[in-house]
């Protein structure tokens, strides 16, 4: 079973689209869309949800206002500011709770309660290109890493269960959290970049944690043409730093065509970025054994 | 006032915005980069930077002579970061969120308080600008907790100065981002019209709103994607502060870490118009606008 | 060497051993004197926000496993099974609870003195 992720350190670099277009590509595989904060896989692949799951993540403070005595114990306990005082009536805000347990576990009327809480959906689902297993958080709600590895998960099981041996994956923004765990058992990450002084510093950032945990990554430049001497010092960088170069794609608004029309830039036909991409797919099989 | 440039999106160009709003902004003015796990505002603005000054979170330290194995603080911890392996106690630091917990409940003083580096915190100056900026650790999973150790710098150079301040937001609308607009007066969402963008844009307008705080949109790229936007903002009132052109020049002058507001006259027309919107915005919503 | 500890997916020996250690499905325990196998399962775990790799180390601890195999092993699973002196064969993917057994008696399975993930 191999696992490929597609990833940027920065958003907006085209890694979605080019996800799209590798699901197009490849044989026999599950596709999965790890941006659980802010998904947009599911616009290029419009998937028929099969299966429909709500994701309930940690816990929340709730006060119970019978038992209170208004003593303050939680308010002062609390590291996050998440108690809220009106004169002597103390409530939890929500979005700054971070479910820790030390107001329930020091109240001393044992009045706080703490239930579970819904942040979400999680969908398996059929598109053109095969199954994809994705989700959608709840606006605001905590990204924990743990939906990402949920999701990675049902797709290892569909993969397994249908003798599928690649798990395609478009991983989330940032180096944090949802990164991490989106990383956890991947073979190989592909990196995506764009050839401009935060695509280059994010690409540095983003590669140091995938050699923090031993991943085995490779470099696409997307809109490279913008600016070629940035381009050259990024490829030098991976040639520095032994990161196979996997493409130079050009910077093409036939992308957001694609986008509009809702479909993977390479099922518009003969284009020079869809050729480029097709190439780069081909190494990647190659690296990712 | 506290300004907050936020995107439901990676790369619609928030970083840009924020970038040419700070160079025309004519008030005592802070920037803040709370996108501590890429920051990138520096390589626009080019601050000369002071040293990096460490951020830490209290986390547990065990002497484990005290310990009597009583198993309460592990008990009491929602994050797996103290663990009972068969009758040894184990800390793990990078799991803890810092609640404090577990060094109340010990009843032996086993338990005290120790630090995690989060990461690193600078200040310095760009022109006239106050620049701060924090850098997340690699490897490490939580920003919240650094970005509000960031906010605190902020809120401190803030009653020293009480000038305005622009912040450049992490994407998306989880956590981080809600953190970085909480305390702010006003929220300018920057797009672009593509249908990921829309997309995520109504994602940010619906994690927002409940925040109360007025709320405005740059479309960047215009021209590049649909009309859906114009009309979904058309639908809910949401107020178009700007609109910058889809233009190669522009695409090549921001990928050579140029501050778009200086390319041309008419671009650099547009963040003037931005940045009185703005104080209308806020104005609107009765919050004190400071003028040069 | 009494009890050895296998991650799988499902109960039986001929199951295929599970290759994550933190969010395995579950473990068969194998006494090698008696050859007794018990599957314990380790569902909740796998549900967990943050740690889950810590929390079934916890639980082999308990089930009184001395070795542990599986296909990986994080680091900070590796760190809470070093605590209580439990051995780690990994890299053992792709293959039956029963074919690791016999390999690790073999002798053709080594400890590892680091986490491979």
């Known amino acids: 079973m191999r696992e490929i992720l597609i990833i940027s350190g920065k958003g907006g670099t085209g890694k979605t689209s080019l996800t799209a277009a590798f699901s197009h590509l490849a044989d026999n595989k599950i596709i999965c869309d790890l941006d659980v904060d802010a998904p947009d896989l599911h616009l290029l692949l419009q998937p028929c949800h099969e299966q429909e799951v709500a994701f309930y993540a940690g816990n929340e403070a709730r006060i119970n206002q019978d038992g209170c005595t208004g003593c303050g114990t939680c308010a002062q306990m609390c590291r996050y500011n998440a108690i809220r005082q009106e004169n002597d009536r103390f409530t939890v805000d929500p979005i700054r709770c971070e479910g820790c347990k030390v107001c329930v576990s020091f109240c001393p009327e044992q009045t706080i309660e703490f239930p579970e809480k819904h942040c979400g959906t999680w969908y398996v689902s059929t598109t053109r290109f095969g199954t994809m297993v994705h989700a959608q958080l709840f606006p605001g709600e905590e990204n924990s890493g743990r939906l990402v590895a949920l999701l990675k998960n049902e797709a290892k099981k569909l993969a397994r269960e249908n003798n599928i041996d690649l798990i395609l994956s478009d991983g989330a923004p940032g180096i944090g959290c949802p990164v991490i765990s989106s990383l956890s058992g991947a073979n190989f990450a592909v990196l995506v970049t764009e050839p401009t002084p935060s695509g280059r510093h994010d690409l540095e950032r983003v590669a140091s944690l995938c050699d923090h945990f031993r991943i085995r990554s490779g470099v696409i430049i997307n809109k490279a043409d913008l600016n070629p001497d940035e381009a050259a010092m990024i490829e030098q960088y991976c040639r520095e730093r032994n990161y196979p170069l996997l493409a130079r794609l050009p910077h093409d608004p036939v992308i957001t065509e694609a986008m509009v029309q809702e479909r993977a830039v390479t099922e518009l036909g003969e284009t020079e970025i869809g050729r480029e991409i097709r190439q780069a797919w081909t190494r990647i099989e190659e690296l990712a054994g | ?292 | 060497m009494k009890k050895i500890a296998v991650t799988s997916e499902d109960p039986t020996l001929d199951d295929q051993v599970d290759p994550r250690f933190g969010r395995a499905g579950g473990f068969l325990v194998m006494d090698l004197e008696t050859m007794e196998a018990r599957y314990i399962d380790n569902g909740a775990s796998q549900t967990m926000s943050q740690g889950a790799g810590i929390q079934t180390a916890e639980n082999v601890a308990k089930a009184g496993a001395e070795v542990v195999l599986s296909g990986y092993v994080g680091p900070k699973a590796f760190q809470a099974l070093a605590t209580a002196g439990i051995k780690v064969g990994q890299d053992c993917d792709n293959m039956t609870v029963r074919e690791a057994i016999e390999k690790f008696q073999k002798g053709e399975i080594p400890f590892a003195d680091k986490p491979n993930r």
């Open chain 2, 1 to 292: 006032m506290i300004i907050t440039v936020a995107s439901g999106k990676g790369g619609t160009g928030k970083t840009t915005v924020t970038a040419s709003l700070a160079t025309v902004w004519d008030a005592p003015l802070q920037v803040v980069d709370l996108d501590v796990e890429e920051p990138n505002l520096h390589l626009f603005l080019w601050p000369e930077l002071g040293s990096p000054a460490k951020a830490w979170m209290e986390v547990p330290e065990l002497d484990a002579e005290k310990c009597t194995g009583c198993g309460n603080c592990v008990e009491l911890c929602q994050f797996k970061a103290i663990s009972m392996m068969l009758s040894t106690l184990t800390l793990y630091p990078d799991m803890c969120h810092g609640c404090g917990g577990c060094i109340a409940v010990c009843r032996e003083n086993a338990l005290q308080a120790g630090r995690r580096e989060l990461g690193e915190i600078r200040q310095g100056r760009a022109g006239k600008i106050d620049f701060l900026m924090g850098t997340l650790r690699i490897g490490e999973a939580m920003s919240p907790p650094f970005m509000e150790q960031v906010k605190k710098q902020m809120q401190q150079t803030l009653l020293e100065t009480n000038q305005d301040v622009i912040i450049d937001a992490p994407p998306g609308v989880s956590c981080p981002a809600i953190c970085s607009v909480i305390d702010s007066d006003v929220i300018v969402l920057v797009t672009d019209a593509t249908p990921f963008g829309f997309h995520d844009f109504k994602l940010a307008w619906e994690s927002f709103s409940p925040l109360g705080k007025p709320m405005g949109v740059v479309i960047n790229r215009a021209g590049l994607g649909t009309r859906d936007i114009y009309d979904f903002c058309k639908k809910k009132n949401i107020p178009i502060l700007a609109e910058i052109p889809f233009d190669r020049s522009i695409a090549e002058a921001y990928s050579r870490g140029r501050v778009i507001a200086g390319v041309s006259d008419e671009l650099g027309t547009v963040f003037v118009s931005l940045r009185e919107k703005i104080r209308d915005l806020a104005a609107d919503s009765g919050k004190e606008v400071s003028h040069a």
